[in-house]
């Protein structure tokens, strides 16, 4: 829906978008195409062609930038990292364990093991506590 308030906008084609916004030829119409698939750049229909607005690829470009943070604050996505991290090395170890079985330990008590080495791993006190 138009907002009568704001003028219309000009329709581009994703080349045209492309070659306007990035002129060297770093971004395509194609890779124009796959934000739009992942509903990072909003676009229309309109027959055969996908249309979008200079609004539009500002807001997607808007939405791309990088923040940059304090490297002395250490940041819950650094600890749920390692503690993926962690966790994958345990499920490794478990599959391997439960090929090989070795010893009287069934599936569930090595599963239930390898949780409970996992949740240990996750740091516990700083998880959405970012800067405090």
Not at 87 to 110: C, F, K, N, Q, W
């Amino acid at each position: 829906m138009h907002d009568d308030s704001d003028p219309p906008q000009p329709m581009l084609t994703l080349e045209q978008a492309a070659a306007k916004h990035f002129p060297g030829g770093s971004v395509t119409a194609r890779t124009l195409q796959g934000y739009a698939r992942r509903g990072k750049l909003k676009v229309y229909k309109i027959g055969k062609r996908s249309w979008t607005t200079d609004a539009d690829v500002f807001a997607m470009v808007e939405n791309c930038r990088v923040v940059h943070c304090d490297p002395t604050v250490t940041s819950s996505t650094d600890d749920g990292a390692l503690a993926l991290a962690n966790a994958r090395r345990t499920v490794r170890e478990l599959r391997e364990r439960i090929e090989h079985r070795s010893g009287p330990y069934s599936e569930a008590d090595i599963a239930a093991g390898a949780l409970d080495r996992a949740l240990a791993a996750v740091p516990t006190g700083k998880v959405g506590r970012q800067g405090r």
